[in-house]
């Protein structure tokens, strides 16, 4: 079976949207959830969060920054173009119910999966308050699309271009410290930052979810890839999260992980655009 592409879209600079006919994944998913994509028959498995999905016309949303070779290769795929497999919806969908007020932080390209999570948790019946945040106002995505979900909204951005001059969690700390009641925070981003807003967060004593994307393969739990280490259990990101309370996560290790594979990913790219010049579809 192939997946049509619907759309293509580039939002900022190396950050892309794509649209992706899957009428049975629509059905399916819910906010925090996950599908894994491979281009053709030889190509890599990787895990996206789920941006958006329209049950109506059938489609799921995905929003991916180019890191590597295949994400890469992503770019180059045209509307009218097809996947060879799009897999989901995967993953533990996000505990949405009616809390009171919630706090949404998305650095970066994890704006994108705060995305579904703060018009489901508007949708419950909370009080959305978003922050997101990037290095300068050229690199802020979906800012109108958040204003219409959250019942107030901030933008952070590290050089000041845009909003307050700085990070995301100088702002979680305002408002933490204002008379805000605030019922549970939800961080997606780099895991530096929502390392950070972990320990911003950790002495007020206010539920800090953290969504974690680490190598992953199989998506099912069963290859171990994904393995990460929460409150000194080990789990698997596939099927026990993505999410996890940020306070027994093991960042450093997480990060160590991530970077095991960084010299054979960079070769990858490197062969990539010097055969292909980044933008045929052979290997």
Do not use: W
Not at 21 to 35: L, S, Y
Not at 73 to 96: A, N, R
Not at 154 to 169: L, M, P, Q, W
């Amino acid at each position: 079976m192939s997946y049509n592409i619907l759309e293509t879209r580039n939002l900022v600079p190396d950050v892309h949207l794509m649209k992706v006919e899957a009428p049975d994944i629509a059905k399916a998913a819910k906010a925090g959830q996950f599908v894994i994509l491979r281009i053709d028959e030889s190509g890599e498995r990787i895990p996206l969060t789920i941006a958006d999905f329209d049950v109506d016309e059938g489609s799921i949303t995905v929003i991916y920054q180019v890191m590597g070779k295949t994400t890469r290769q992503l770019t180059t795929l045209k509307t009218g173009e097809i996947l060879q497999d799009f897999v989901g919806p995967l993953g533990t969908p996000s505990d949405i119910r009616k809390i009171g007020t919630v706090l949404m932080v998305g650095g970066g390209v994890g704006v994108a999966p705060v995305f579904p999570q703060a018009r489901a948790y508007r949708e419950a019946g909370n009080h959305v308050i978003s922050i997101i945040g990037a290095r300068n106002e050229a690199m802020l995505i979906l800012e109108d699309e958040m204003a219409e979900v959250s019942d107030e909204l901030y933008v952070a951005t590290d050089d000041g271009s845009k909003g307050h001059h700085g990070f995301v969690t100088d702002i979680v700390k305002d408002i933490l410290d204002s008379d805000q009641q605030v019922d549970r925070i939800v961080i997606i981003g780099p895991p530096i930052m929502m390392k950070v807003g972990a320990g911003v967060t950790a002495s007020y004593g206010v539920e800090t979810l953290v969504s974690l994307n680490p190598i992953m393969i199989d998506g099912t739990g069963m290859c171990g890839g994904c393995r990460v280490s929460v409150g000194g259990e080990t789990k698997f990101a596939c099927v026990d999260g993505p999410e996890f309370n940020a306070a027994g996560v093991d960042f450093d290790l997480l990060m160590s992980r991530l970077s095991l594979y960084r010299p054979q990913e960079k070769q990858a790219l490197e062969n990539y655009n010097t055969k292909c010049g980044g933008d045929c579809r052979c290997h």
